[in-house]
């Protein structure tokens, strides 16, 4: 990982993931799983930001399973 070739250790930061889909998705649920906080993600019509933290499975429910906008995530 480029973090770990430059002495970084992705636990503990705080990220934002550009998109919101699969491939956003899975991303986020392997950072959050290194320890990292992903606070935000976005689609074509728009971002989320979840201090607590972006949930991937209510994401993966809304964009993939729905197949609704980010904007969702906040109802």
């Given at each position: 990982m480029?973090l ?11 990220i934002?993931?550009?998109?919101a ?20 993600c ?14 991937p ?18 109802k």
């Open positions: 480029m770990n070739h430059h002495g970084y250790d992705i636990k503990g930061m705080k934002s993931v550009s998109g889909g699969n491939v956003a998705t899975y991303a986020i649920m392997k950072a959050q799983m290194m320890g990292a906080h992903v606070l935000t976005s689609d074509s019509t728009g971002w989320i930001y979840d201090e607590q933290g972006i949930d499975e209510l994401l993966k429910e809304i964009k993939e399973e729905r197949r609704e906008r980010l904007s969702e995530y906040i």
